[in-house]
C-alpha cells in the first residue's frame, strides 16, 4: 500500500511541476560562487630550489717519499684540526715534515754555500713563518738558523751536514763562512723533503692517517679541503634566468636560515645519475660563522631573488583583469550570507607565491572578495 500512495505521489508532482522544472544536482553546483577575506599574511615570491650539502673537495697532502713508505711514529694533525703555515704535518720514520707557504721549487738537499732560485723560494717562505733570514738566495748562517728554530719548535736538531773545510760564523747573521774559525762548527744539512707545500694559509684536515701506520700514495698523511661544505642542487632553464655567480640567497638548514652566495652556475645538462635535467648549481656560505650550518647530506632549500613580506593578501583565483587594469570583485554582507553586487575594486599585485597575491588598493582586512 505505501509503495502505490509513493508512486502516485512521484507521478502526481511529475505532470504538476513539468520535466523542465525538476532540479538536478549537477546544475545547483554550476554557479555556486565562492568567496575569500582579505587577510595580512606574509608572501613570499621567491624561487624555491631543493637541494642537498655537499663537502668541499679533499685534497691529499703531497709529500716525496722518496719511493719509500714511512711510519707515522708521531700523528700531529686530526680530522676537525685546522692546520696552518708552520704547523708539524706528522713524524714519519722519526723525520718532521713541516707545512711552509709556496710557491717552494725545492729540489735537493741544501747545505751551506748552495745558491739559487729554490735558496730564495726557501728563504721567503722562512720569513712568512717569522723566521728571518736574508734572501740573496744563497744557504748562508742566517738561513740555517732560520730552518734550526723552525726543528727546534717542534723539538727536533737540525741534521748534519756535509763536512766543510770552512764552517764558523763571521760577522753574525747573514755573513758567509769564513776560514778562520773552528772547523769542529758545522752548518746543518737541510733536507728538501721536510717542506711540504700548504696551498692556503689554513685548511681544514678531514681524514689523517694515525700513528703506527705506513704512509702511502692511496693512505696520505692528511687530507685537507680548502674549499667549504656547500649547496647544490639543479635549476631549469627558465630559472637559472634569475640565478648569477655571486647573487645572495637565502640557504634554509633544519631549523635555520643561513645566507650563501652562489658559487658557479653550470651548464645545461641533461638528466642523469638521479638528478632532473637543467643546470646544476653550487651555493657557499656567505659568513664563516655559518659554514658549521653546511652539514654534508643535509636536505636544504635555497630561495632566490624576490621577497617575503607580511602584507594585504587574496588568493590568487581573486585576481582578475580587463582592459582597464586588474582588480577583485567585493561583496557585500557576512561570510556565508554574501549580498548585493559585486562591487569592482582596482588593485595592484606587489607580489605573489605560495597561491597568494600580496595587493594594494582599496581593500581592507575581513572584505569578502569573490574567487574565480
Known amino acids: 500500500m505505501t509503495g502505490i500512495v509513493a508512486a502516485s505521489a512521484g507521478l502526481f508532482a511529475g505532470r504538476i511541476l513539468g520535466q523542465s522544472e525538476i532540479i538536478r544536482p549537477e546544475d545547483s553546483m554550476a554557479d555556486l560562487p565562492v568567496y575569500a577575506s582579505v587577510t595580512r599574511r606574509i608572501v613570499?615570491?621567491?624561487?624555491?630550489?631543493?637541494?642537498?650539502?655537499?663537502?668541499?673537495?679533499?685534497?691529499?697532502?703531497?709529500?716525496?717519499?722518496?719511493?719509500?713508505?714511512?711510519?707515522?711514529?708521531?700523528?700531529?694533525?686530526?680530522?676537525?684540526?685546522?692546520?696552518?703555515?708552520?704547523?708539524?704535518?706528522?713524524?714519519?720514520?722519526?723525520?718532521?715534515?713541516?707545512?711552509?707557504?709556496?710557491?717552494?721549487?725545492?729540489?735537493?738537499?741544501?747545505?751551506?754555500?748552495?745558491?739559487?732560485?729554490?735558496?730564495?723560494?726557501?728563504?721567503?717562505?722562512?720569513?712568512?713563518?717569522?723566521?728571518?733570514?736574508?734572501?740573496?738566495?744563497?744557504?748562508?748562517?742566517?738561513?740555517?738558523?732560520?730552518?734550526?728554530?723552525?726543528?727546534?719548535?717542534?723539538?727536533?736538531?737540525?741534521?748534519?751536514?756535509?763536512?766543510?773545510?770552512?764552517?764558523?760564523?763571521?760577522?753574525?747573521?747573514?755573513?758567509?763562512l769564513t776560514d778562520s774559525a773552528s772547523a769542529q762548527e758545522k752548518p746543518g744539512l737541510i733536507a728538501f723533503r721536510q717542506f711540504v707545500v700548504l696551498p692556503s694559509q689554513t685548511v681544514k684536515i678531514v681524514a689523517a692517517t694515525p700513528a703506527g701506520q705506513r704512509v702511502t700514495s692511496e693512505h696520505p698523511v692528511v687530507k685537507f679541503q680548502i674549499e667549504d661544505n656547500f649547496a647544490e642542487f639543479v635549476a631549469d632553464v627558465q630559472q637559472v634566468r634569475s640565478l648569477r655567480v655571486g647573487q645572495t640567497v637565502t640557504v634554509r638548514v633544519a631549523e635555520k636560515q643561513v645566507q650563501g652566495k652562489v658559487a658557479t652556475v653550470g651548464p645545461f645538462k641533461e638528466a642523469s645519475g638521479g638528478l632532473r635535467a637543467g643546470h646544476l648549481v653550487t651555493v657557499t656560505p656567505a659568513n664563516q660563522a655559518d659554514v658549521s650550518q653546511f652539514i654534508p647530506n643535509m636536505s636544504v632549500t635555497v630561495l632566490g631573488n624576490g621577497g617575503a613580506e607580511e602584507s594585504l593578501?587574496?588568493?590568487?583565483?581573486?585576481?582578475?583583469?580587463?582592459?582597464?587594469?586588474?582588480?577583485?570583485?567585493?561583496?557585500?554582507?557576512?561570510?556565508?550570507?554574501?549580498?548585493?553586487?559585486?562591487?569592482?575594486?582596482?588593485?595592484?599585485?606587489?607580489?605573489?607565491?605560495?597561491?597568494?597575491?600580496?595587493?594594494?588598493?582599496?581593500?581592507?582586512?575581513?572584505?569578502?572578495?569573490?574567487?574565480?
Open 44 to 176: 613570499d615570491d621567491r624561487l624555491t630550489f631543493s637541494g642537498v650539502i655537499k663537502p668541499g673537495p679533499e685534497i691529499p697532502l703531497q709529500i716525496d717519499l722518496d719511493g719509500q713508505e714511512p711510519m707515522v711514529v708521531r700523528q700531529t694533525l686530526r680530522s676537525g684540526d685546522v692546520a696552518e703555515w708552520g704547523s708539524l704535518a706528522a713524524v714519519l720514520s722519526g723525520r718532521p715534515y713541516f707545512l711552509v707557504p709556496g710557491p717552494l721549487p725545492l729540489y735537493r738537499d741544501l747545505d751551506q754555500g748552495d745558491e739559487g732560485d729554490d735558496v730564495l723560494a726557501l728563504q721567503r717562505a722562512l720569513r712568512l713563518l717569522g723566521y728571518p733570514t736574508s734572501e740573496g738566495g744563497v744557504v748562508d748562517w742566517s738561513t740555517i738558523d732560520a730552518v734550526r728554530d723552525l726543528y727546534a719548535s717542534e723539538g727536533f736538531k737540525l741534521d748534519a751536514g756535509r763536512p766543510q773545510a770552512s764552517s764558523p760564523r763571521a760577522g753574525g747573521g747573514g755573513a758567509a
Open 313 to 372: 593578501a587574496v588568493p590568487l583565483s581573486a585576481i582578475r583583469q580587463d582592459g582597464e587594469g586588474t582588480y577583485v570583485l567585493r561583496m557585500s554582507g557576512t561570510p556565508g550570507n554574501e549580498t548585493g553586487e559585486a562591487q569592482r575594486i582596482p588593485v595592484s599585485v606587489v607580489r605573489a607565491g605560495g597561491g597568494f597575491a600580496a595587493v594594494s588598493g582599496e581593500v581592507s582586512v575581513g572584505d569578502r572578495i569573490k574567487l574565480s
